[in-house]
């Protein structure tokens, strides 16, 4: 877990009185953990908001660093280093980000196939049962059933075998606190004095 995180942008579809709705996702490529967060607009800056509001403080609660980051090549995710607000945020936070090939969204395949199920799971159910007036409104039962997602919902993944999502980065998170870099430095100097 925290070593790849798979980011992307998916609409989910126009709102009366309130506009466009944008999900910006973000998955833990390892546990399948997902942190998700609805905007008006699909910019740089609402990319890089979802990962200092939500997604480092996820994983500094964890004790860990997200060390990298996938994403396609879309426009809130890619541009001049110097003033595109993303790359400048993974800049400061120390985030290597790699990019998918040119037209070829199957790179990203676990942030895809994941959009698939919120629209079947999540999306079209709600909009069935519920009027939404509210982009907080959205945001709150999207929440909850992110939550049902990642600690009740069984995952059939690639290292998961049919546990929870939090559950298979719980089970793991031994395993990236050992690699960290911070901790073998602290480590390989022990005892030195």
């Known amino acids: 877990p925290g070593y790849l995180g798979s980011q992307d942008t998916y609409y989910v579809g126009h709102i009366k009185g309130v506009g466009r709705i944008y999900q910006q996702t973000f998955i833990d490529t390892y546990s399948k953990v997902a942190i998700l967060k609805l905007y008006t607009s699909k910019t740089a800056l609402t990319a890089a908001d979802t990962l200092n509001d939500r997604v480092i403080p996820w994983f500094d609660e964890r004790g860990i660093r997200l060390l990298r980051i996938l994403t396609d090549r879309g426009t809130e995710y890619c541009g001049n280093r110097e003033k595109h607000e993303y790359q400048l945020y993974l800049d400061i936070e120390d985030i290597d980000h790699t990019r998918t090939k040119a037209k070829s969204p199957q790179t990203n395949g676990i942030c895809e196939r994941f959009h698939q199920t919120v629209q079947d799971e999540f999306y079209a159910v709600a909009f069935r049962k519920k009027i939404y007036k509210s982009l907080e ?15 009740e919902r069984t995952h059939s993944g690639k290292y998961c075998f049919g546990k929870t999502p939090m559950q298979t980065f719980l089970d793991t998170l031994h395993l990236a606190r050992e690699k960290s870099l911070d901790n073998l430095s602290t480590s390989l100097f022990e005892g030195v004095a």
């Open 137 to 151: 409104e959205l945001q709150q039962d999207l929440d909850l059933w992110v939550e049902h997602y990642n600690k």
